[in-house]
């Protein structure tokens, strides 16, 4: 009779724990096939994120913290707010920057093609910076765009982006000579490269015509540098180097949501 329950108890222990590892298992699994993974190589996969960047534009004799926060409430849309926090050291004033709004709109993504996705966008820039202190450029920035995105390797894309800017006269200095609005457009190639499911690069040649009027061209270059250090959340390097404007070097982290 003892070993009779002694078998039937070592049965049930089988069972129960075999029950455990069937569900341990099954939760793996589904935690799994439900866990999002994060590549923000490409500007065309949308994320909920907070970006905070410190900031140094030495021509411009500026340094502070550029903070972003985006919105994404489906694959196809995005809303970025952005707040930059800025400090002239020629004028010794700190304030808020010109504020950035943006809305992109993706109708169209399948990454099996060579051409992976297209869309439009708005960008937004309002005067909220003081101009006297060194603090904003004064003017209305409205530029409105489309993106391509052409999947031309595994590990390297190219997205060229053209759009429109129109920038308005500087506010408050309407009878300053040459103080007019512009109308001219810009046109970018976003070029990430993925070197693991951690860390990649994007490299992007901008072509900017100013205004139509004239033939002058404006020529830059950014670089970023981002490095996954825990599954949402994102270390990154930015450097741009800009004809006109000069260098601006940034450093700063990403939360994703």
């Known amino acids: 009779m003892p070993i009779s329950v002694c078998t039937n108890t070592n049965t049930v222990?089988?069972?129960k724990i075999l029950a455990l590892l069937t569900l341990l298992i099954w939760g793996n699994y589904i935690y799994a096939q439900e866990e999002e993974v994060i590549d923000a190589s490409k500007p065309t996969n949308?994320?909920?994120q907070m970006d905070i960047q410190f900031e140094h534009a030495g021509s411009n004799d500026q340094y502070g913290l550029r903070n972003s926060f985006i919105i994404a409430p489906s694959e196809k849309h995005l809303v970025l707010g952005e707040l930059p926090i800025l400090h002239n050291t020629?004028?010794?004033a700190t304030g808020i920057g010109d504020v950035r709004l943006r809305y992109f709109y993706l109708p169209y993504k399948n990454y099996d093609k060579l051409i992976g996705a297209f869309g439009p966008s708005i960008d937004v820039y309002a005067p909220t910076g003081n101009v006297d202190k060194g603090l904003g450029n004064g003017r209305w920035v409205v530029a409105p765009g489309l993106t391509l995105g052409v999947m031309a390797f595994e590990k390297v894309q190219f997205f060229p982006i053209i759009s429109y800017q129109y920038m308005s006269e500087v506010a408050g200095q309407v009878d300053?000579?040459?103080?007019?609005a512009m109308h001219g457009m810009t046109f970018q190639v976003v070029t990430p490269i993925v070197f693991n499911p951690k860390m990649y690069m994007q490299v992007t040649?901008?072509?900017q015509l100013p205004d139509f009027r004239h033939a002058h061209t404006n020529l830059a270059c950014e670089i970023l540098l981002a490095y996954s250090i825990r599954?949402?959340?994102q270390l990154s390097g930015f450097y741009k180097a800009d004809q006109t404007y000069g260098q601006t070097f940034r450093l700063g982290t990403t939360i994703f949501f």
């Open 46 to 48: 949308f994320y909920s």
């Open 205 to 207: 040649p901008i072509v």
């Open 13 to 15: 222990m089988k069972k």
């Open 90 to 92: 020629k004028t010794g």
């Open 176 to 180: 300053m000579a040459g103080n007019t």
């Open 231 to 233: 599954e949402k959340m």
